[in-house]
């Protein structure tokens, strides 16, 4: 492949620049220099650029390459995944400002919601942290031979995501918590959770959250630490980013219809036919390949409207 065949070729495959590619792809500048000095760029990445594109047709087949492609396919498929984290990021925060901004009042970075009343995101995070523990085995008395609840668990994970981005956003933009927050989504989640050790990575969570609190901890230093940490508990939980941020989507525009439906005031109903919303919510998630807010809020809807 020559070398500018190459930069079409990343340009189309949605890579914001060769930087981009070097990036995700594993390789150095020097690599790249060499290739624009020679003007060819090596087979492995050529084929690797055709498996994004699905061009696995136009390449000459032999054994020997069926191998390869067979080897190079997990690879492009985690290329062609992360890609795309930077955008499923953005959309992420701008829904998340999108509905703060809904529920508490366009300043409710400064603190406080449109309501007069004390905002707290690092309080809402600890809140959240003991939800999450309260979903596993943890205590000593009782229930102890008990499983943990690992859809729930995940489900907490997402409502402390809400409370985690909103604290983002509360300190700076959505382009600066977009980078922030990116180099941290490329991980291979856990298989065999170890929920003991999910505990413990869960309460960091807090400790993190009330050092900020107390002034123990400067705040852009906690947030660092905070996402680290946060999606370290993703991992150890078996929470991988695709299904976070497909779970995000459903959690936020479930809140969006509680909000719509009366829960501030009081009058909405959480349990529907016998099952907690959240549970409606996951259901309808699993069976949707492509989760859309307005279709997703429209299922909802629909749901809903069996309990009258």
Known sequence: MLYKDFKESIKSLGFLNIEDFMHYAGVTSNDVL????????????????????????????????????????????????????PHKLEEMFLLQKKLNDSTNGKNWELGSN????????????HMEVAELIES?????????????????????????????????????????????????????????????????????????????????????????????????????????????????????CLNQFRQDHGYKEGSYIKVWNGNEDNVVMVDLLEKMEDVGFDDLYSKLKEEYSKNK
């Open 136 to 252: 596993t085995p943890w205590k000593h008395w009782k229930n102890i031979n008990s499983e943990p609840d690992m859809n729930n668990i995940h489900v907490e994970l997402v409502d402390i995501w809400h409370f985690l981005m909103s604290y983002i956003l509360q300190e700076t933009n959505v382009p600066k918590a977009v980078s922030l927050v990116n180099t941290h989504c490329i991980y291979e989640a856990s298989h065999d959770v170890n929920v003991r050790l999910m505990v413990k990575e869960a309460e960091k969570l807090s400790y993190i959250a009330l050092a900020i609190d107390t002034g123990n901890m400067p705040s852009f230093s906690g947030i660092e630490r905070f996402i680290d940490q946060f999606f370290r508990c993703c991992k150890i939980s078996g929470l991988s980013f695709m299904w976070l941020q497909k779970l995000y989507i459903g959690k936020n």
């Open 34 to 85: 060499n290739w624009e000095e020679k003007n060819d760029v090596p087979y492995m990445v050529s084929l690797l650029l055709h498996l994004l594109k699905g061009e696995k047709e136009l390449l000459p087949m032999n054994s020997a390459l069926d191998n390869v492609i067979e080897e190079c396919l997990p690879l492009a498929s985690l290329l062609e995944e992360v890609s795309s984290f």
């Open 114 to 125: 449109k309501f007069a009343k004390e905002i707290n995101w690092l309080r809402c995070i």
